[in-house]
């Protein structure tokens, strides 16, 4: 995950951001999950529900999460950039329930910071009795759905590669590996033996920072949690390629565990 120090690079608006979700007609349903203000400015966390066709079964219930540092801003177009892909291809989503958050960090995003406007990491303040608004939000979404999987979308400003942190279920690595290869199509994969001062193999951390964004402490069994992390230095366009095969074929792997029957 990008480390670079907090600092202001131009105000963005958040809601220019999300504006091409706001289709009348569009097959997503979107919902606000709350609002605060930050000195004159007023903030808000969306959500988008996306159900796929029916499978076999009942649905898999995924959160997608993008944007919880503001910088990353390669994982909040993908995010966008994903929704218009579900509506044209819905066999993408066939037995999900898509929980879509494109934009976790609204303060950041507009500041071109990894922090919030309070100067808080927020991947550093889930389940720790954070004040702070978004992940209060989050963290109530997260507890109340019970999600089956989470995939969180950053990029790694020191990463000359793409990686993943696999957290969660065992299942998780089986999930996340086919993905990686996939995405070895579109940017190379950081195969170093340490990432991020953590100890992986093959692109894959089996461990992960306190705080982070994942599912509520309490729950078992595990869903399945994944951290997507794309090269920041990457071109824009690559890394949202890059975060979209990776959303594609991690659907499609856990599908085909559930279908089989494997343990999870």
Same mark, same amino acid.
């Given at each position: ?139 109530? @979404? ?30 998780? @690595? ?10 070895? @199509? ?68 856990? @599908? ?9």
């Amino acid at each position: 995950m990008t480390h670079s120090a907090t600092k202001r690079t131009g105000r963005k608006n958040f809601r220019e951001a999300l504006s091409p979700l706001q289709k009348t007609k569009a097959p997503w349903l979107p919902a606000t999950l709350g609002t605060w203000s930050v000195g004159l400015d007023d903030y808000a966390l969306e959500q988008y529900l996306f159900v796929g066709p029916r499978g076999g079964g009942d649905y898999f219930r995924v959160g997608i999460f993008a944007g919880v540092h503001g910088d990353e801003t390669a994982g909040v177009l993908a995010a966008v950039r994903f929704l218009h892909e579900l509506a044209s291809k819905p066999e993408i989503a066939r037995g999900y329930e898509l929980y879509i958050y494109p934009l976790c960090n609204p303060t950041g995003y507009e500041d071109g910071t990894r922090h919030s406007r309070s100067g808080r990491d927020l991947n550093r303040e889930f389940w720790v009795g954070s004040r702070e608004p978004e992940v209060a939000l989050l963290e109530r @979404q997260i507890r109340t759905l019970r999600f089956d999987g989470l995939i969180s979308l950053h990029a790694d400003d020191e990463s000359s590669g793409f990686y993943a942190f696999a957290l969660g279920a065992q299942v998780t @690595q089986y999930v996340a590996e086919p993905a990686l290869r996939a995405v070895e @199509q579109v940017v190379p994969r950081n195969c170093s033996e340490i990432i991020d001062n953590f100890t992986a193999q093959n692109g894959l951390i089996r461990k992960g920072y306190p705080g982070m964004l994942c599912a509520a402490p309490e729950v078992s069994p595990r869903p399945f949690e994944i951290v997507f992390e794309t090269p920041h230095l990457a071109e824009i366009e690559t890394q949202v390629e890059a975060n979209l095969v990776f959303l594609r074929h991690a659907l499609e792997q856990y @599908q085909q565990l559930r279908a089989v029957g494997q343990d999870l």
